[in-house]
């Protein structure tokens, strides 16, 4: 098949791409570079089966384009990050919503397959344990950046959502939750790249706040067999599903587990939230999936723990210093 990747060269994307043409797909990638990084992708140059366009989502003769020639769309291009988010939220917003508005008018002319990938940002402050898809929103004000990216991509979802029950366009919603492996970079604000690249430079672990919020997280590879099985289940169409894994761990213990990893001398610096962040800034405390329902359509359970993900990481930043 002809896929297209948008975000192609992002963390996850480039992951993706990989897997993709491992399976004999032909690949294009529209990736602008911002967050993405062609390093990512380099090893892929001159392979047959793909091509990196260097490119904005938001060029929509580019983007229809790309979608007319193509079979199904994996749509990854988005602002991420928590720390970019909250210093470019003008930009991240118009990336992550009229971004995947261009991509759903196009997919719709040319009635073509889109994946649109979302978060788990979405729940918000809704801390029920396991979170199913149908939870409700917990949100803050709006007018704090978090929240309104909550809302930008909760606004991608809805769009997807139409386009299938009133225009016929065969769109799947994948519920991204922290997902991570080689590749990511801390630099946006995520907490593994950053806690292990500070361990390895026996540098202060920052952790935010008391370090008692948790999360759980997934292996990027894990996360790419999820988002190409449902890519391939017509069940999955005019669905949304979450992806992640239910292993938790607080950020304290986390920063632990890896300076233990390490054999750091790292020590953890306790930092508040107003200082990593902004004034105001509310996190959230808990985030667990629920995935009965992707296990149930094709079978998905995370096959990496968290002790093999974080020395996955460390290799990975090791080999790059
Ligand atoms: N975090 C931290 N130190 C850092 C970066 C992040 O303690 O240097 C915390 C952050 O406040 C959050 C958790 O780690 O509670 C996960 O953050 P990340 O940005 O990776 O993902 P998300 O907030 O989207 O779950």
Not at 119 to 145: A, Q
């Amino acid at each position: 098949m002809k896929v297209l990747v948008t975000g192609g060269a992002g963390f996850i994307g480039s992951h993706l791409t990989e897997a993709l043409i491992k399976k004999e797909h032909r690949v294009e990638i529209l990736d602008n570079l911002s967050t993405g990084r062609y390093e990512n992708v380099a090893d892929l140059e001159g392979n047959p089966n793909f091509q990196l366009i260097v490119g904005n989502i938001l060029n929509e003769t580019l983007v229809d384009k790309l979608v007319e020639r193509t079979d199904i769309v994996f749509h990854l291009a988005a602002a991420v990050g928590v720390e970019l988010i909250i210093k470019k939220p003008f930009e991240s917003l118009t990336t992550n919503i009229r971004g995947s508005e261009i991509v759903l008018e196009m997919a719709h002319r040319y009635r073509k397959k889109v994946i649109i990938t979302s978060t788990s940002e979405i729940y918000g402050k809704n801390t029920n344990v396991p979170l199913k898809e149908d939870e409700d929103r917990i949100l803050g004000s709006p007018l704090k950046s978090r929240w309104s990216y909550s809302t930008s991509k909760a606004v991608d979802e809805i769009l997807a959502y139409v386009y299938c029950k009133e225009k016929g366009v065969p769109t799947v919603i994948a519920r991204l939750f922290n997902t991570v492996g080689p590749r990511q970079t801390g630099a946006y604000g995520m907490v593994m790249p950053r806690f292990v690249s500070q361990a390895l430079k026996n540098e202060p672990i920052t952790v935010y706040g008391s370090g008692k919020q948790s999360r759980c997280f997934l292996y990027v590879n894990d996360a790419v067999n999820a988002l190409m099985g449902l890519s391939e289940h017509k069940n999955a169409i005019g669905e949304a599903f979450n992806i992640g894994s239910q292993e938790e761990i607080t950020i304290e213990s986390l920063a632990k587990k890896v300076i233990e990893l390490t054999g750091s001398e790292s020590k953890i610096e306790y930092i508040p939230y107003d200082k990593a962040y902004e004034q105001g800034f509310e996190d959230m405390e808990r985030r667990v999936p629920d995935i009965t329902k992707i296990n149930t359509l094709i079978g998905f359970k995370p096959q990496i723990n968290l002790e093999g993900i974080i020395k996955s990481v460390i290799n990975y930043c090791k080999d790059k210093k």
